[in-house]
């Protein structure tokens, strides 16, 4: 009964290669996001999605391709990885009209090497 | 660009002791939230002020929202090895996000 879900948990790859990460909510909401945690533990958001649809793209690198084929899942595309990529990337969503209800994924800790 | 700015950055306590956590930004938040974060997991969230002065309880956790909607603290009376975690705060202001603060790594020893 898990509510937000991301897969994988770790990820270790090479400079250069492209990765996915997956995220699946059960929770019927109708916003998702993706947030990344760096080493000093800073939280910040990557990009929102609203009913498939993109609504934030805070200046991220284009290397980084959010996708939703529907509103319960958000995935992360990243191409040719860069050692600044290491960090966890968090998944959350919540419902519309409640900004401040966020629900987190467990997170996905990205090294590359 | 909206930041904010938590204080302490690390805290460790011994069992029983009672410590403050503050949240300080120069911009106005609609609401504010405090979320805790252990390792390997995300962010859970622990409570949502909206009001200016408003004061939540939480059992041993108390939390306030200042005047002009600008800070926060967190209160943990008698503090538990359990209350060990990152503690974050997170400003929600006129558009679609969460503003997360510079978070507190508290651990508290038995």
């Known amino acids: 009964d898990t509510a937000v879900s991301q897969t994988p948990k770790y990820l270790v790859t090479q400079m250069g290669n492209d990765k996915s990460i997956k995220c699946e909510q059960n929770?019927?909401?109708?916003?998702m996001y993706w947030y990344k945690q760096d080493s000093k533990k800073f939280l910040k958001i990557m990009f929102s999605?609203?009913?498939?649809?993109?609504?934030i793209n805070e200046t991220v690198p284009n290397r980084f391709s959010p996708k939703s084929p529907d509103k319960a899942h958000l995935n992360l595309h990243i191409n040719s990885l860069e050692l600044g990529d290491s960090a966890v990337y968090f998944c959350?969503?919540?419902?519309?009209?409640?900004?401040?209800?966020?629900?987190f994924g467990p997170g996905t800790r990205l090294t590359v090497l | 660009t909206q930041l904010l700015e938590q204080s302490p950055q690390f805290l460790s306590i011994q069992e029983g002791e009672n410590l403050t956590v503050y949240c300080n930004s120069s911009?106005?938040?609609?609401?504010l939230q405090w979320y805790r974060q252990e390792p390997g997991e995300g962010p859970v969230l622990l409570v949502t002020?909206?009001?200016?002065?408003e004061v939540k309880k939480l059992k041993r956790l108390t939390f306030q929202f200042g005047d002009a909607r600008k800070d926060s603290s967190l209160h943990i009376t008698a503090a538990q090895p359990g209350d060990t975690g990152l503690y974050l705060c997170?400003?929600?202001?006129?558009?679609?996000?969460?503003?997360f603060g510079t978070g507190t790594r508290l651990q508290v020893f038995p």
């Open positions: 959350a969503s919540r419902r519309t009209g409640v900004v401040d209800t966020q629900y």
């Open positions: 929770l019927g909401h109708d916003t």
């Open positions: 999605y609203n009913n498939k649809e993109l609504i």
């Open positions: 911009s106005v938040f609609s609401s």
């Open positions: 002020v909206v009001t200016g002065g």
């Open positions: 997170a400003g929600a202001g006129n558009t679609d996000k969460l503003i």
